[in-house]
């Protein structure tokens, strides 16, 4: 039985994508997956490409990931870059529905974009050992959709906690001031004992 996110994503898809199956002779899938990831392309985004190509006169060029060196792949351990951020972004706004001010909302995706490419890097800084790891907390995931899904809310919970506790110190400073103001104005009348 499909679950609640199941169902989410498959309605996302069906209103933002229209599907065409795809069928090759045996073996070919693999020679197909081997030339994309050579070009630097998913089989989808080949695809995609060479039925542009065919359909357009002029040559058309692929949505191509870019093509980081080897040192941005070994450092950030995956090829995730900002468009990417945005469409998970988008799609996890577009299944949940989200309670929290725009205000939160907004610190919640700067707090990603600035964790996630520090300094305006173009990929991904994120972890990896099998698994994504969360810079926020630590935590594996098996995909780094997973990873975005389950920091936003903790993100969003925690920029509330912070927003609540600021106004609590707020009120503290101001019951604070009250009392020292009660204090000042008892120790005048000389109703309050000075040690």
Not at 148 to 172: C, D, M, T, V
Request: glycine residues 6%; contains cysteine; charged residues 30%.
């Amino acid at each position: 039985m499909p679950t609640a996110r199941t169902k989410a994503n498959r309605k996302y898809n069906e209103k933002a994508y229209d599907r065409i199956p795809l069928t090759v002779k045996k073996g070919e899938k693999e020679v197909i997956q081997a030339f994309a990831e050579k070009k630097g392309l998913s089989v989808n985004a080949f695809v995609n490409a060479a039925i542009q190509e065919k359909m357009n006169p002029a040559p058309v060029k692929a949505q191509k990931k870019k093509d980081p060196s080897p040192k941005a792949v070994e450092r950030s351990g995956i090829v995730y870059t900002m468009q990417d951020l945005m469409r998970d972004w988008d799609h996890y706004i577009y299944v949940h529905s989200l309670d929290p001010s725009q205000g939160v909302i907004a610190d919640v995706k700067d707090d990603l974009i600035r964790n996630l490419f520090p300094k305006g890097a173009e990929l991904a800084e994120i972890g990896i050992k099998t698994q994504y790891i969360c810079p926020f907390t630590g935590k594996k995931f098996g995909s780094i959709e997973n990873l975005i899904y389950a920091a936003i809310p903790k993100l969003i919970s925690w920029r509330e906690a912070e927003a609540e506790r600021e106004g609590l110190l707020e009120k503290q400073k101001r019951e604070a001031a009250k009392m020292a103001k009660q204090r000042q104005r008892l120790i005048d009348e000389g109703k309050f004992p000075k040690f």
